[in-house]
């Protein structure tokens, strides 16, 4: 496999088809669409970064694939469960091991806490809690609310703390998301504070 364009095309449609083929309701926040915001924003900081199509393909094929194993496994262990379909799906396809191991590096890299250990990891942790730091933040607050109250089967109560709680220990990796998007999260914090008195 040429680490190419067409070649994350093809992840692309691999990944859209298996959240489509296995859609689960409950998904309202980590399903196709996130995955593609995700991959945006990567693509978004790939350009930042001037990475070279080897490191480019690692960091997309990770946001591509970083969430699927929310279709099959709990939340506590999706990273895990991800890493195995994408190693799965590049087993079909002729790669080198340490492109599959530079993959699966950025994914583990997404578990919480994020900790990430290189650009390529970074930059995926950031692009996969971009929102934090935008105008969509509220909307997606809820989305994220309303799948973990369906996932538990529970209602979730104190949520704006929860969510003050998270932004707090939350922190951006790059530079890029330190200057750009770091603010608006503190906006964010700030609003929630005055509303909760927290």
Known sequence: MQMTDTALYDIATYVCELFEQN????????NALHTADVVLH???MAAVYKLDEYNRFILLAA??????????????????????????????HSIP????????????????????H????????DADTYHL???EFREV?????????LRLQTTLVHWPEKTFTFLKSHR???????????????????????????
Request: glycine letters at 4%; hydrophobic letters at 40%; proline letters at 4%.
């Open 23 to 30: 859609n689960q309701p409950y998904l309202v926040y980590h």
């Open 42 to 44: 990567a693509i978004e």
């Open 63 to 92: 946001a591509w694939f970083h969430d699927t194993g929310h279709l099959f496994a709990d939340m506590a262990v999706h990273e895990a469960e991800s890493i195995t379909i994408m190693r799965n799906y590049f087993s079909r």
């Open 97 to 116: 091991a340490a492109v599959t191991e530079s993959i699966a590096g950025c994914i583990q890299a997404t578990r919480l806490p994020a900790q990430p």
């Open 118 to 125: 290189n650009l390529l990891e970074e930059i995926l942790c």
């Open 133 to 135: 730091g935008t105008s």
């Open 141 to 149: 607050d809820q989305r994220v609310k309303e799948e973990m109250e």
């Open 172 to 198: 951006y990796f790059t530079t890029y998301a330190q200057k750009y998007l770091q603010p608006g999260k503190i906006n964010h914090m700030q609003r929630l504070r005055k509303l909760q008195k927290l």
